[in-house]
């Protein structure tokens, strides 16, 4: 079992930045690959961006290339979603989420693909 936690979550201007932080506690870190989704009111769950389990391999959704950035720090086991240029539209509910892979290089985008969640943290953009 993995416990995950996500902190850093706020209501911010547009243009404005926040960090996001998604804490893991239980099993080995650096055996998951990780995920940030998001889920607005009245819409379904989208992907957002994931890691490797080393950290070395990245992907984004198109949406937010250029503006966020997700990175890990195995030491802590905690992954981290740097959001900057913020809009209205990034206004969401955000959950990490975890999946043991057994490669260096592999991602997941798809959030079925993930076993373990945690319970989100809302961000708020206001214009």
């Known amino acids: 079992q993995v416990q995950l936690v996500e902190s850093g979550g706020g209501m911010v201007q547009v243009g404005g930045s926040l960090r996001l932080s998604c804490a893991a506690s239980?099993?080995?870190?650096?055996?998951?690959?990780m995920g940030w989704f998001r889920q607005a009111p009245g819409k379904e769950r989208e992907f957002v961006a994931s890691?490797?389990?080393?950290?070395?391999?990245?992907y984004y959704a198109d949406f937010v290339k250029g503006r966020f950035t997700v990175s890990s720090d195995n030491a802590k086991n905690t992954m981290f979603l740097q959001m900057n240029s913020l809009k209205p539209e990034d206004t969401a509910v955000y959950s990490c989420?975890?999946?043991?892979?057994?490669?260096?290089?592999?991602?997941?985008?798809?959030?079925?693909?993930?076993?373990?969640w945690g319970p989100g943290t809302q961000v708020t953009v206001s214009s």
């Open positions: 989420a975890a999946v043991l892979v057994y490669n260096d290089d592999e991602l997941r985008i798809r959030d079925y693909e993930y076993d373990y």
């Open positions: 239980g099993r080995t870190f650096s055996r998951y690959a």
């Open positions: 890691i490797s389990r080393t950290g070395g391999y990245t």
